[in-house]
């Protein structure tokens, strides 16, 4: 295979695996993970295609591969602990009601500032679930599922 068709592989797969990341991360996760670590590892991907286009194979070759192999496993193992329909099924556990709705809102993050991750954005799952005729507010931490009972809407102020 030529040094520019190799190149030009490994740099379509690489942005395969970018967009499988941002599709991911809003579609299941709801904007949760941090995509800008990947966004910037583009940088040395772009090098390494030039490198190869110009060089041929040889350790650019190698570092291109690694980066393709290093940037999908250091995803799936910094993925939160649960998706935005996860959370719903934990909150319907907690409720452990038959009459529990979930109400449908713009809102489904809420802004936090306990977590220190490079991966993971400093938000939480926001659910407004109706039980019994009763509106009630929950947070579910992406990180560790754990989920809290608001006393009233955190968005209370936008109604």
Same mark, same amino acid.
């Given at each position: #295979? ?6 030009? #592989? ?10 499988? &990341? ?10 949760? %993970?941090?995509?800008? #670590? ?26 291109? %591969?690694? $980066? ?10 910094? $993925? ?10 934990? &909150? ?68």
């Amino acid at each position: #295979m030529s040094n520019e068709k190799l190149a030009r #592989m490994l740099l379509f797969i690489y942005v395969l695996e970018l967009l499988a &990341v941002h599709f991911v991360n809003g579609y299941f996760y709801y904007t949760v %993970i941090n995509t800008w #670590m990947y966004n910037i590892a583009i940088l040395p991907q772009i090098l390494c295609y030039v490198v190869i286009l110009d060089v041929g194979k040889g350790k650019m070759f190698i570092a291109n %591969i690694v $980066l393709l192999v290093l940037i999908p496993l250091v995803f799936i193992l910094a $993925l939160p602990s649960t998706t935005y329909e996860g959370g719903k099924a934990i &909150v319907a556990n907690e409720i452990d009601s038959n009459e529990a709705t979930f109400i449908p809102t713009s809102y489904s993050l809420i802004q936090t500032t306990d977590k220190q991750s490079w991966f993971i954005r400093d938000y939480s799952y926001h659910y407004e679930v109706k039980v019994s005729g009763e509106v009630q507010y929950y947070v579910v931490d992406p990180m560790t599922a754990g989920v809290i009972q608001l006393e009233e809407d955190f968005f209370r102020y936008d109604r």
